[in-house]
Protein backbone atom coordinates (compact mmCIF):
# COMPACT_ATOMS: atom_id res chain seq x y z
CA UNK A 1 0.00 0.00 0.00
CA UNK A 2 1.73 3.22 -1.09
CA UNK A 3 2.53 5.55 1.77
CA UNK A 4 -0.14 8.74 1.32
CA UNK A 5 -2.82 5.81 1.34
CA UNK A 6 -2.16 4.52 4.83
CA UNK A 7 -1.37 8.36 5.86
CA UNK A 8 -5.28 9.16 4.47
CA UNK A 9 -6.81 6.00 6.38
CA UNK A 10 -4.95 6.70 9.57
CA UNK A 11 -6.58 10.71 9.43
CA UNK A 12 -10.03 8.94 8.54
CA UNK A 13 -9.81 6.53 11.74
CA UNK A 14 -8.67 9.51 13.86
CA UNK A 15 -10.86 11.75 12.31
CA UNK A 16 -13.61 9.04 13.26
CA UNK A 17 -12.39 8.36 16.87
CA UNK A 18 -12.72 12.00 17.93
CA UNK A 19 -16.26 12.15 16.53
CA UNK A 20 -17.00 9.01 18.70
CA UNK A 21 -15.43 10.78 21.75
CA UNK A 22 -17.06 13.68 21.13
CA UNK A 23 -20.53 12.20 20.83
CA UNK A 24 -20.01 10.25 24.12
CA UNK A 25 -19.06 13.36 26.17
CA UNK A 26 -22.55 15.07 24.97
CA UNK A 27 -24.88 12.34 25.54
CA UNK A 28 -26.32 12.08 29.15
CA UNK A 29 -24.48 10.34 31.82
CA UNK A 30 -21.62 10.90 29.79
CA UNK A 31 -18.28 12.71 31.14
CA UNK A 32 -19.81 16.07 30.18
CA UNK A 33 -22.15 15.67 33.51
CA UNK A 34 -18.82 15.70 35.27
CA UNK A 35 -18.24 19.32 34.76
CA UNK A 36 -21.90 20.55 35.26
CA UNK A 37 -21.65 24.38 36.47
CA UNK A 38 -24.43 25.22 39.54
CA UNK A 39 -24.98 28.70 40.44
CA UNK A 40 -23.95 29.60 43.93
CA UNK A 41 -27.76 31.07 46.08
CA UNK A 42 -28.43 33.81 48.12
CA UNK A 43 -27.98 34.10 51.55
CA UNK A 44 -28.53 35.68 54.62
CA UNK A 45 -25.15 36.63 55.58
CA UNK A 46 -24.42 37.49 51.72
CA UNK A 47 -21.88 34.55 50.96
CA UNK A 48 -21.12 31.03 50.42
CA UNK A 49 -18.22 30.07 52.09
CA UNK A 50 -15.79 28.20 49.51
CA UNK A 51 -14.01 25.73 51.89
CA UNK A 52 -10.38 24.18 52.30
CA UNK A 53 -12.49 20.97 53.86
CA UNK A 54 -15.74 19.24 53.85
CA UNK A 55 -16.18 20.84 57.49
CA UNK A 56 -17.42 24.41 58.98
CA UNK A 57 -14.00 24.17 60.45
CA UNK A 58 -12.05 24.07 57.12
CA UNK A 59 -10.38 26.88 56.49
CA UNK A 60 -12.23 29.36 54.87
CA UNK A 61 -10.64 30.12 50.74
CA UNK A 62 -13.32 32.72 49.54
CA UNK A 63 -16.52 34.40 49.87
CA UNK A 64 -18.90 33.32 46.92
CA UNK A 65 -21.54 36.04 46.12
CA UNK A 66 -25.11 34.79 45.40
CA UNK A 67 -25.31 34.05 41.20
CA UNK A 68 -21.88 33.43 41.32
CA UNK A 69 -20.91 29.87 39.05
CA UNK A 70 -18.95 26.38 40.68
CA UNK A 71 -17.88 23.25 38.68
CA UNK A 72 -18.56 20.76 40.20
CA UNK A 73 -15.45 18.19 40.63
CA UNK A 74 -16.53 14.70 40.55
CA UNK A 75 -12.92 13.37 40.89
CA UNK A 76 -13.49 13.93 44.73
CA UNK A 77 -15.69 12.23 46.82
CA UNK A 78 -18.63 14.45 48.19
CA UNK A 79 -19.58 13.46 51.84
CA UNK A 80 -23.00 13.94 53.34
CA UNK A 81 -23.96 17.37 52.99
CA UNK A 82 -21.05 18.51 50.85
CA UNK A 83 -19.94 19.41 47.44
CA UNK A 84 -16.50 19.26 45.97
CA UNK A 85 -16.61 22.20 43.52
CA UNK A 86 -14.04 24.47 41.22
CA UNK A 87 -14.58 28.34 41.68
CA UNK A 88 -12.80 29.42 38.53
CA UNK A 89 -12.21 33.92 38.68
CA UNK A 90 -13.19 35.70 35.84
CA UNK A 91 -10.62 37.27 33.54
CA UNK A 92 -7.78 36.13 35.74
CA UNK A 93 -7.56 32.24 35.18
CA UNK A 94 -7.31 31.45 38.44
CA UNK A 95 -8.64 28.05 39.54
CA UNK A 96 -9.45 27.49 43.00
CA UNK A 97 -10.43 23.41 44.42
CA UNK A 98 -12.66 23.84 47.88
CA UNK A 99 -15.69 22.80 49.17
CA UNK A 100 -19.30 24.43 49.56
CA UNK A 101 -22.39 23.49 51.44
CA UNK A 102 -24.62 21.28 49.25
CA UNK A 103 -27.87 23.18 50.36
CA UNK A 104 -26.16 26.33 48.92
CA UNK A 105 -25.60 25.38 45.22
CA UNK A 106 -28.81 25.16 42.76
CA UNK A 107 -30.11 21.23 42.76
CA UNK A 108 -30.16 21.58 38.98
CA UNK A 109 -26.62 22.60 37.31
CA UNK A 110 -25.90 22.30 33.85
Known amino acids: M??????????????????LA???????????RATAFC????????????????STGGKLIRRLKAGEMVQLDSTRRNPRGWKAVIFREDGEGKVQPGWVSAGLIERECG
Do not use: M, N, W, Y
Not at 3 to 19: K, N
Not at 22 to 32: E, S
Not at 42 to 50: Q, S
Open 22 to 32: AIFLLLPGGAA
Open 39 to 54: EVKATRDGFVALRDAP
Open 2 to 19: PHHATRGAFRRALASAIL
